[in-house]
């Protein structure tokens, strides 16, 4: 048995609501776990128990209906990258998911996400940019507060982009 459309399109808008007045991102998986369970326990783990073996909703609702969560908020961020770079949407001759970044018709980089994912920005940016001459490299970085607000946390990160070559590192608090 499988779960209807209309109750599984219900229940992910009302978690991923749940999931925005939470701060989801920010949560550490003991956090999140706590949550998994409550769903579990309350009228979203009985409906879809309906629908599919008991045992199988919590996994069905981490895996399932919240897996694209955080990906899909980033993907929200493409309009302030594209203005903060000064760019139009035609000017991406590439797309790039983990991380999320573009390439852009004059041969420019670009890479976003969490600003504790600093490493793998920089790393997938040094990488899809190799082969490249001296392209433009910028890093954004959302959610930088509360651990990347003061100056020597972020000359860590600008540093360490510098030799890698990331001409602008742009912080989102």
């Known amino acids: 048995m499988s779960v209807p459309i209309e109750i599984r399109t219900a229940i992910k808008e009302r978690l991923w609501a749940d999931a925005d007045r939470l701060d989801w991102e920010l ?4 956090e999140k776990s706590r949550h998994y369970k409550q769903w579990t326990d309350s009228d979203i783990g009985r409906i879809l128990a309906a629908h599919m073996d008991a045992r199988g909703v919590r996994v069905y609702i981490k895996d399932t209906l919240l897996k694209d969560y955080g990906r899909e908020k980033l ?17 991406v001759v590439e797309s790039f998911i983990k991380p999320h970044g ?7 980089y670009t890479a976003w996400g969490r600003a504790d994912d600093w490493k793998s920005l920089l790393g997938a ?3 899809r940019s190799y082969a490249r ?3 433009e490299l910028t890093v954004m970085l959302f959610r930088a507060a509360p651990r990347y607000v003061s100056a020597s946390s972020r000359e860590l990160v600008e540093s360490a982009g510098r030799r890698l070559g990331v001409s602008r590192c742009v912080w989102f608090d």
């Open 133 to 135: 001459k001296d392209p």
């Open 125 to 127: 940016l040094f990488e």
């Open 102 to 108: 573009f390439r852009f018709a004059d041969g420019a």
């Open 75 to 91: 993907n929200s961020h493409e309009g302030v990258v594209l203005r903060v770079l000064d760019k139009p949407k035609s000017a």
């Open 27 to 30: 949560l550490g998986p003991a």
